[in-house]
């Protein structure tokens, strides 16, 4: 039996090679989570199923845009097709932003759920959400294919879904899987990881004690902009009867404005620890910090 009292510096270490339970807390396998496989379905298949959604909303969307148009431009005019193509582009350009930027803040959530244990590279999570990656890409390429084929060719084909992909209206909703996913893999690798258990956003740090060191580093000059009234404008009117009105309006500009600051800095003591594992880390790190001493227009 290891002898604990001889290496107190490789307590933890001993601990861990000893203590079944501290073994069984930093190794984890992302599938006995709780309720793992209703989390890969919402975020796999039932991402898929937002294009339901996406599908009405790109229609009343587009109709919306043709309304418009068609109060400016007759649709069969070529000032009519440009302001639609434009408009179509711009509903897939903001549909794929507010839909990557979500699955970026939907996989932060799911991870901070399942206790950092979900969504590292080779885990059967992340190996599914990168092959519906591909697949929404190949669908998506798909729709744009048949739609151009389609109205190349003029034909049109009746019942069933098939239909839906008679215009380029509703294509936006197709690139909302793809946004999602790729949202997924993007989002994660901004998640820092713990370095013994793997873990992800479960690191976090304490300041240790009281600042110390501290020091006057000398001082800056920063600039802030500001629109204030500079001035009146007035306006004389001279009627034919010889008579006249003055008036007046405000003017307003944008006004610049000199902050200087003092800089301090000190040293700070931290330690890092994980959540859910023995994780600990002493660090020494420089603290900075600004006081703002003087303030004038200029």
Request: proline share 3%; with cysteine.
């Amino acid at each position: 039996m290891q002898d604990y009292g001889s290496k107190p510096d490789n307590f933890d270490a001993v601990a861990i090679m000893y203590n079944d339970y501290l073994r069984d807390v930093e190794n984890w396998d992302e599938t006995d989570l709780p309720k793992y496989r209703s989390k890969v379905m919402d975020h796999t298949v039932g991402t898929f199923l937002r294009i339901v959604l996406g599908l009405l909303v790109s229609t009343l969307i587009f109709s919306a845009v043709v309304g418009v148009s068609s109060m400016f431009f007759s649709i069969e005019t070529m000032g009519g097709n440009v302001y639609q193509i434009v408009a179509i582009a711009l509903i897939h350009l903001i549909s794929f932003i507010i839909y990557f930027r979500g699955g970026k803040k939907a996989i932060r959530r799911l991870i901070d759920s399942c206790h950092g244990e979900i969504a590292h590279n080779g885990s059967p999570f992340i190996r599914k959400i990168k092959v519906c990656l591909v697949l929404s890409l190949i669908l998506f390429i798909g729709v744009v294919a048949y739609v151009i084929y389609n109205y190349m060719t003029g034909e049109k084909i009746e019942g069933g879904y098939i239909e839906l992909l008679g215009a380029f209206m509703y294509t936006p909703a197709f690139i909302l899987p793809f946004a999602r996913f790729l949202g997924f893999i993007v989002g994660r690798r901004d998640i820092p990881i713990c370095p013994v258990c793997g873990r992800y956003n479960t690191v976090y740090k304490q300041q240790m004690g009281e600042q110390f060191g501290q020091t006057y580093d000398g001082e800056h000059i920063e600039y802030d902009y500001q629109t204030e009234r500079v001035g009146t404008r007035y306006t004389t009117t001279t009627y034919t009867d010889g008579s006249k009105n003055t008036t007046s309006s405000p003017i307003y500009d944008s006004v610049r404005y000199t902050e200087v600051y003092q800089d301090y800095s000190a040293l700070v003591k931290y330690v890092y620890l994980c959540s859910e594992c023995s994780y600990c880390e002493l660090s020494l790190e420089e603290k900075k910090w600004k006081i703002r001493s003087n303030r004038y227009r200029g």
